[in-house]
């Protein structure tokens, strides 16, 4: 065990920094829930692509850095201490782009990741349906082969920045009368597809966060499958994997907040104070931010040892989801009667920060599996409680 | 960066694992409790056999020359199966403050060489509690007054029993008299020594409280299966499963924290303070949701004298204010999150901010 940065580590971390000085944009872009505000992501997409720090840990050819998982970790740091923008096909790229990897064709991974990393293609994620939430092996929505293709029909739902993005990858049940996880394929479906009908769904905070998409005899391709037919359920567990475990939510992410809400703490501290239980919760939040990246240090280490990650990463899903109330929730507190105030109104200046990742904090313990569900993976697949 | 442990080492504590499976039983530890000592010279001399007491002695004196980090697995075993202080404090926080001395120190080399030999009973009075743990078996204690460490022969104390809730620790208060002849060390060395021995000591304390939290759980959900009401196991119940994978959540996320804390201490990191607390913090959190939660799916059985849950539960409860109490150790966090102006970016995890 020796936890200190090697020197290239250190010169990575150095060369993002600088890069990332020079770089970010100084005001902030509009928010990626807005047509404009999704274009602008996709051209500062575009740059970090360019100077080769979308995908640092996708291998080179797939238009990745072929970096490891510490230089990832490393980046993540300074990419969120920098205050760059949030990441507007993460989804595609941290979810789906880990899935390909795993289980693409040759054909598969060099055609879709190299638009992936440059943002070319937005992805959306397309799991839900109106009747398959936390039950997801409820699936109905239909993939039918017909020779070279198959035909889509059916209702996906909750599907985020699905408003505005290129394509949607998920579950489609291919085998007629097929039950639960049995049966499921895994498809990659163009939105731009004759018969596809995109509603937008307006989140809490009025904006088109994500939508309804709607599948009428739309063909897709079979190579656009990917994994066997009807084993589609194996490869989106492994997907949900990667999204509960180490990627979607990387440490930086809420030790970034943490250290804006210890100094929003310090510069408000005397009125602070009067409760001094808002203290504790500060101290709280850093000693769990902190706690997070230790463990995502301590997995990177065992992954690359050869351990898998298992159910355990639904412990860190709960974990993260509910640092991120705390820490919103605390700020919240601090800032009192200002914390209501929208980013247009004059008084509010930068402290709308706040209001936006309280909202959206209240997402977390729902989105990726709700936090019951986890729960229960974890009694049943760690402790070995009965179902 | 590597946050991984030597094949030696986890081999180590696998072997030390399946040996105080078989020697240190409940029933055992039960035995040992109704004895008047309430130690087993027996059970301590197969655990010198084992290696355990010279894992940190130097090898210059015969021991294995090990440090904190491989100390953080041997003391979730220690914790697990609910073995008596004086073998960590001996073994782990005693040979530490006896390496720390100068070599000037009469007696230095003979002491680590029996502490790894499995034959000095060894107490350690720290101002952070006013009793002494295994004072009234010691041969020597070492002793604070102010910053400066004592090393005080047993003829020169008189102890009186104070009787804790948990039958595994024998506590004194110790009446002694300072004087130029025992003092080992003093000034800025000894107050050095303290301190790293405070954080030893809590470092010790938060590894066993892990352990003591995995056991408790290991109990708790072989209870939860073979108890049944309305037809079914309560584990497989949805509130319990929940209850039981809040418990599993915080041992996960306290190792990674324990494990950070003892490299930082082993490599005399400028934060060792904040990091050990932290962990402290973190193995007291998991240990006493353990309890809670244990003692709450075992029903009233979780009440009695005759389940096992009691043992592990009440010496949880016992070691949370021990080597600094709780306030102590969140307010050590507390105040370096908040009351200093170090900027926490998220590139510092393994820096001095």
Redesign the interface.
Known sequence: ??????PE?QSF?MEVRQWLAANVPKEKLPTYDTKAGFELHRQWERKLHEAGFSMVMWPKEYGGRGCDL?DWL?F???Y??AGAPGRVNQNGQLLLGSTLLEFGTPEQKSHFLPRMASSDDMWAQAWSEPNAGSDMANISSKAIRDGDHYVVNGQKTWSTRATYADWAFGLFRSEVGSKRHHGLSFLMVPLDAEGVTIRPIKALDGEDAFAEIFFDNVKVPVEHRIGDEGKGWHVAMATAGFERGLLLRS??RF??P??KL?KL??DN?AYADRDPSI??A??KC???A??????A??T???V??GDKIGA?SS?NK??WSELDLLIHQTAMNILGSSGELLACAPLAEERAYWLEGFLFSQAGPIYAGAN?I???I???R?????? | ?????TEDQLMFREAISRFLMTEAAPETLREIWETADGRCPELRSQMATQGLTALSVPEDNGGLGMGD?AWSLMTQELGYYGIPDSLADTAYVGAGLFSALNDSVVGKGDYLTKICDGELRLAIGHESSPLVADAHLAEVLLLQHGDEVHLVPSEQISDVVNPSIDSSRRLSQVNWQATPETCIASGEAGEKIWNETLNRGALSVAGQLLGLAQRM?DLT?DY??QRKQFG??I??F?A???H???V??KI??????L??AA??LENNHPLSDIHVS?AR??CSEAAALAARHGIQIHGAMGYTWEVDLQMFMKRSWALNNTWGDNIFH?AR??DY??NS?V?????K??EEA
């Open positions: 065990m020796e936890l200190i940065f090697s580590q971390r510490t490393i993540e740091e300074e969120y201490g440490p930086a030790q970034q943490v250290r210890v703490y310090r501290k203290g504790v500060v101290a850093w000693a769990d902190e706690a997070y990246a230790l463990s240090y301590n990177v280490g065992r690359g040892r355990e412990l709960v974990f019951e986890q729960r229960n974890v009694a049943e760690v402790l070995g409680l009965p179902r | 960066m590597d946050f991984t442990f980090i759980l959900v939860s299966v079914k196991e584990g497989s949805q319990v499963k929940h039981l994978a809040d599993a959540g996960e996320i306290a190792k990674p924290v494990y950070r490299c930082s932290q913090n973190f969140k966090v507390q999150v908040l102006d900027d926490l970016a998220p590139s995890t393994f």
